[in-house]
Structure formats: structure tokens, C-alpha cells
């Protein structure tokens, strides 16, 4: 599937985004009101069942084909010294996911999720931003049209992320898409210290001195700032949305990766639901730039698409309410 094939494709597919079925939104909102409960008492559940019944086309939307995509890649910026792991644990993780044993296999598997793994060519890192592009002009296409051909026929999708030194990558997309200053968008990612800290907020500014005056379109934020898992998510939440699948949004990283989209058109977020407030300090940041409120917030700072992950298992008590709840008529309960 190649629905970038050109850098203009991708660019003008975001001025021409489709909406949400209205019909199947006002159809579930009427349900709800009709639900033996106080009307709004269920809260966000109410909103997220609304929600799901505009992207998915359907009164009472179902999770069926649930998917969890975990996309891979490396980081030139590494050299460094940005994160506290070494390169290789993005290969050797990438082993783990297929192995069944790192957090998301559990996660995506309690929450009813398939899990595909998609490495992004991890014997070629992306080149350091503060030296060059981080991609050609052709790799980010690839990258793009990989995460988009990765949502195959999912009926609700949970995009993340395994790069060692994406965090650094992350706080420049923020950055490069929302302004402020490095530290605003810098954190501990992995766990560096203080001087590591000072490294990533260098290595930002670095690149984003450099490539100042070429950040002009979402495709080149992404291609000089970015790296290919990044990439990848950007393109499968374009592709969910011209197919109308709602995404999960999950950590600072994946939510960086829709930044700079936001920036050429904000409503490329109205498909996406943000599971959870990572304990990056950027995330929250990040999160009230976009407009969007987090189902969650456990202090989870992982990525894979974790925290999204343990987000659908709300989603799914959503749903439940608002399919198997009987209304005011069937169940002879008096109305307000
Ligand atoms: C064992 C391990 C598993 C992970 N799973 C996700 N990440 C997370 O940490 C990385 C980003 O942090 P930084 O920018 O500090 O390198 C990404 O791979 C992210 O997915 C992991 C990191 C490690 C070490
Ligand atoms: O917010 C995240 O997804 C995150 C934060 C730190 C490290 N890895 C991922």
C-alpha cells in the first residue's frame, strides 16, 4: 500500500481530511440519553462511546479487529550520549516483542489486542539531526507509507514505538512544531541524569539551529527532526483517518510523531483519542498544545504503545455501557 507516494500527496492529503459519520454520532448520543442513568452520569465513557460511534460509522461500536502496532527504528543522534541505553537494545527489544516477553505483549494481549512489530531498517540509523536530515527525502516517504500500510482492516488501532534516543527526536518534533525551548521539551526519557539532561537540550537546539529555516511543512519537521518509527506512526494515523479507524494515541513519542501534522492542519488529531499522560514531563506539555485530555495517567513512561494499550481496556467499559445497557423503556424505569 502507498498512499504517500510523493512528498506532495502527503502534504495536500492533509488539507482533505474526511469527518466522523454525523448520523452514527447523533444515533449514539440519542442512545445515550436514553440509557437508564442519569444523563452525562458516565462521564467521559459516554463521550468515548460517541466518539467511537462516529469514527466506526455505527450506532453501537464494537472493538473487533483491535490492533496494536509497535514500529522500530534507530537514532544517529545516539552518538551523543542522549539516552542511558546503547543503540542495540532497540534490535534486541524488537527480539523481545517478537518473543512474547516485553511489557506491550502483555498489555496489547490483556486489552484484546493483536500485536504486529514493524523494524524500520535498524542496521541503517537515521543520520544525527545536528549534522544532517535525520532521513532523506525517500526514507521518510518509506517510513510513512510502512506505518500506513500497517493498519490493514484494524477497527481500532494503538500506534507505538521502540528507538533508543527518541525522546531527543521527540523533544525537537515538539519543539520544531510548538515552540518554547528545548528544556520545555526535554526529560529523562530512559532515565539520564542531570549532564545527560544538558546533552538532549545541546543536541535540540543543535538541530534546530540548523535546519531553522527548511521546518516549513510537516513533511520536512519530520524528515530533519524525526527518525522512521517516528515517521511510520505519522503515517498510519493519516491512513486511519482516510479510512475512518480511530487511533490511540499512547506516549510523548507517538504523540510527537502527529506534532507537526497538527501544524499544517490541526483537526488531523479529531480521530485520535489520547490514552494516557506519560511521566515525560514534554507529554502533558504536548498534550494541552494538541487540545487533547488523557484517559489516564499512571505515571507510566515506557512507550511500545503501552500506556494506549492499557487505555482500550476503558474503552472497552465504554463500549460495554453503551451496547449493553437496557433504556428507560425496555427496563420500565420511569425517565427524568
Ligand atoms: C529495555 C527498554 C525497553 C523500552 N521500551 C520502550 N522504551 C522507550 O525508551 C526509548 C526512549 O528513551 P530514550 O530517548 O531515553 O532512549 C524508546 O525506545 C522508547 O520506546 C524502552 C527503553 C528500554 C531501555
Ligand atoms: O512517553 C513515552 O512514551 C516515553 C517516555 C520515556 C521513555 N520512553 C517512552
Known amino acids: 500500500m502507498n498512499r504517500c507516494p510523493s512528498v506532495e500527496a502527503f502534504n495536500a492529503s492533509l488539507t482533505a481530511l474526511p469527518e466522523a459519520d454525523r448520523e452514527a454520532r447523533d444515533a449514539a448520543a440519542a442512545r445515550q440519553g436514553q440509557l437508564t442513568k442519569p ?5 467521559r465513557l459516554e463521550e468515548i462511546a460517541i466518539f467511537l460511534a462516529g469514527w466506526q460509522g455505527c450506532e453501537k461500536p464494537a472493538i473487533e479487529r483491535g490492533r496494536a502496532v509497535v514500529f522500530a527504528g534507530n537514532h544517529g543522534v545516539v552518538a551523543r550520549g542522549v539516552s542511558a541505553f546503547p543503540a542495540e537494545v532497540t534490535a534486541q527489544m524488537v527480539a523481545n516483542f ?4 516485553a511489557a506491550i505483549n502483555a498489555l496489547a494481549g490483556a486489552a484484546g489486542l493483536t500485536l504486529d512489530v514493524v523494524p524500520l531498517s535498524l542496521d541503517r540509523p537515521t543520520a544525527d539531526f545536528t549534522q544532517a536530515p535525520a532521513m532523506e527525502a525517500q526514507e521518510c516517504l518509506a517510513a510513512l507509507n510502512a506505518g500506513a500500510a500497517a493498519i490493514a482492516d484494524a477497527d481500532l488501532l ?3 514505538e521502540m ?10 518534533l515538539a519543539l520544531a512544531s510548538y515552540g518554547g525551548t528545548a528544556a520545555d521539551w526535554v526529560g529523562p526519557g530512559t532515565g539520564v541524569d542531570a549532564e545527560g539532561i544538558r546533552r538532549k537540550i545541546d543536541t535540540v537546539e543543535a538541530g534546530l539551529a540548523l535546519h531553522r529555516d527548511s521546518l ?8 530533519r527532526l524525526g527518525g522512521r518509527e517516528i515517521a511510520a506512526i505519522s503515517g498510519a494515523v493519516l491512513a486511519a483517518r482516510m479510512a475512518r479507524v480511530p487511533v490511540v494515541l499512547d506516549g510523548f513519542i507517538a504523540t510527537s510523531a502527529i506534532a507537526p501534522l497538527t501544524v499544517r492542519n490541526p483537526a488531523i488529531t479529531a480521530h485520535c483519542i489520547a490514552g494516557h499522560c506519560s511521566a515525560e514531563p514534554g507529554h502533558r506539555r504536548l498534550l494541552s498544545a494538541l487540545g487533547l485530555t488523557p484517559l489516564l495517567s499512571l505515571d507510566m513512561r515506557l512507550g511500545e504503545g503501552s500506556g494506549a494499550a492499557v487505555a482500550v481496556q476503558i474503552i472497552r467499559a465504554a463500549l460495554a455501557a453503551h451496547g449493553g445497557m437496557a433504556t428507560f423503556a425496555e427496563a420500565g424505569v420511569s425517565g427524568g
Open 39 to 43: 444523563p452525562g452520569s458516565l462521564g
Open 163 to 172: 528507538g533508543i534516543g527518541n525522546t531527543t527526536s521527540a523533544a525537537a
Open 98 to 101: 517478537r518473543n512474547g516477553g
Open 158 to 160: 494503538v500506534l507505538g
Open 216 to 223: 516549513t511543512t510537516p513533511f520536512e519537521i519530520l524528515r
